[in-house]
């Protein structure tokens, strides 16, 4: 009853791949439920299980199943399910459970549905991807913009400099000017 409450599928392998034991999760997702003439090698096949966004049926070698058999716990995200063709992200992890003298007696494995996770996952990707490229084109044009503010600054300095050396040149002849000299001496100067 315990395993029947959980949200999670779990079930229950023998070495061999049948299985003894699944909750009604588990048979919702997987859309089979408990097949106990199954082998770990047509565990895969059985089951619909591929690798992740491929068509490759996941490989018994890295299956949670046969780490779990090797006395290893897994955690997998890699893995889905395609009950009647849909295709159901999963989150699968496997434990041993040892008999008395080491050996293992049967391994349980829980898993669940990470579809809409995986999936926010991408958009959150996808939308740090945009936002990156958004960055570099605002840095990029920013830098244009910055090197045509530091260009117009540099003309506008030389402009500054050609108009101080005209008004300059233009006093010099106004100083020497002959008209200036008599203007000085009419006001007595």
Same mark, same amino acid.
């Given at each position: ?6 949200? *999670? ?31 770990? !090698?047509? *565990?895969? !096949? ?10 490759? *049926? ?21 893995m889905e399910i395609r009950p ?24 349980? %494995? ?13 958009? *959150? ?27 117009? %600054? !540099? !003309? ?16 010099? %002849? ?16």
């Amino acid at each position: 009853k315990l395993l029947e409450m959980l949200p *999670l599928g779990v079930t229950a392998l023998t070495p061999t791949g049948s299985t003894i034991f699944m909750n009604s999760v588990g048979e919702e997702i997987t859309g089979k439920g408990a097949m106990p003439n199954t082998t770990a !090698e047509d *565990l895969s !096949e059985t089951y619909q299980l591929y690798v992740a966004g491929t068509d490759r *049926l996941y490989p018994l070698d890295d299956s949670p199943l046969a780490r779990a058999l090797s006395g290893e716990e897994t955690l997998v995200e890699d893995m889905e399910i395609r009950p009647g063709g849909k295709i159901i992200r999963l989150q699968v992890r496997s434990v041993p459970v040892f008999d008395a003298a080491g050996n293992v007696l049967y391994v349980m %494995i829980v898993f669940q549905d990470i579809t809409d996770r995986k999936q926010a996952d991408q958009i *959150l990707a996808d939308y740090n991807r945009t936002l990156e490229i958004e960055v570099v084109d605002r840095t990029i044009e920013l830098g244009s913009i910055n090197a045509r503010l530091e260009l117009e %600054i !540099e !003309e506008r300095k030389q402009a500054e400099k050609i108009i101080r050396k005209e008004r300059d040149f233009s006093l010099k %002849i106004i100083e020497n000017s002959p008209i200036f000299f008599v203007a000085i001496d009419c006001e007595g100067r």
